[in-house]
């Protein structure tokens, strides 16, 4: 069967390339979950959000963080004075990757593979909505826009280039805030979210 990369030219607009994304062959991903997960936002949004991949609820709504990571980065975006309708919230991985357990979905996180090969569409969004800027949440988002796979711990808080020098700031995943058990702990790593997101508010 012939693969999405020999299939020609992206389609040009954000609609049909949601569209084709729909039924992707690039990695295994796809056909197990319920539907594509696209970006959503104002296409000339100034700058742009990148999660990880899809939840759960994610997968069965078909639109990006609407489930308990989602709210959490809607009230630090909002505490941070980031507005989300002004912003294109999208993923790494447009595809939502779990294994079944019971009748439970557990999350698994893309491989380097499935992220490089979902960096095709990636590429896309931002070439469409050509952000002045772009948020890394978390190690894969991060992987995926600036080719290094290295500890988010370590960059946190710092500014690399991406794809055709975006410049891309580097914070943890909201949903790393949610595992944490320790409730100060948690508390803690919840107000530096909160710090870095004011960061790239005051300097876009
Ligand atoms: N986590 C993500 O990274 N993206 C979503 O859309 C939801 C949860």
Not at 31 to 36: E, H, I, L, S
Not at 133 to 143: D, E, H, K, P, S
Not at 161 to 171: D, E, K, Q, S
Request: proline share 7%; charged share 30%; hydrophobic share 40%.
């Amino acid at each position: 069967r012939a693969r999405k990369e020999t299939m020609g030219p992206a389609p040009s607009g954000m609609k049909a390339l949601k569209h084709e994304a729909a039924t992707c062959t690039r990695c295994p991903i796809g056909p197990c979950a319920t539907q594509v997960v696209w970006g959503e936002g104002p296409e000339t949004a100034d700058l742009m959000i990148v999660g990880e991949q899809p939840g759960d609820q994610e997968d069965l709504a078909g639109r990006p963080f609407v489930g308990p990571a989602g709210t959490l980065l809607d009230k630090v975006m909002q505490e941070a004075g980031v507005q989300r309708d002004e912003a294109y919230l999208t993923n790494a991985v447009k595809h939502f990757k779990f294994s079944p357990r019971g009748k439970r979905r557990v999350h698994e996180r893309p491989n380097a593979g499935e992220v490089q090969a979902c960096k095709w569409w990636l590429d896309q969004e931002i070439a469409r909505v050509r952000p002045r800027a772009a948020i890394a949440l978390g190690a894969t988002a991060a992987l995926a826009l600036t080719g290094s796979g290295e500890r988010i711990t370590r960059r946190r808080g710092t500014i690399e280039a991406g794809t055709g020098g975006l410049p891309v700031f580097l914070t943890i995943h909201p949903a790393f805030i949610l595992r944490i058990p320790d409730k100060e702990r948690a508390a803690e790593e919840r107000r530096r979210f909160v710090e870095d997101l004011s960061i790239v508010r005051e300097t876009l």
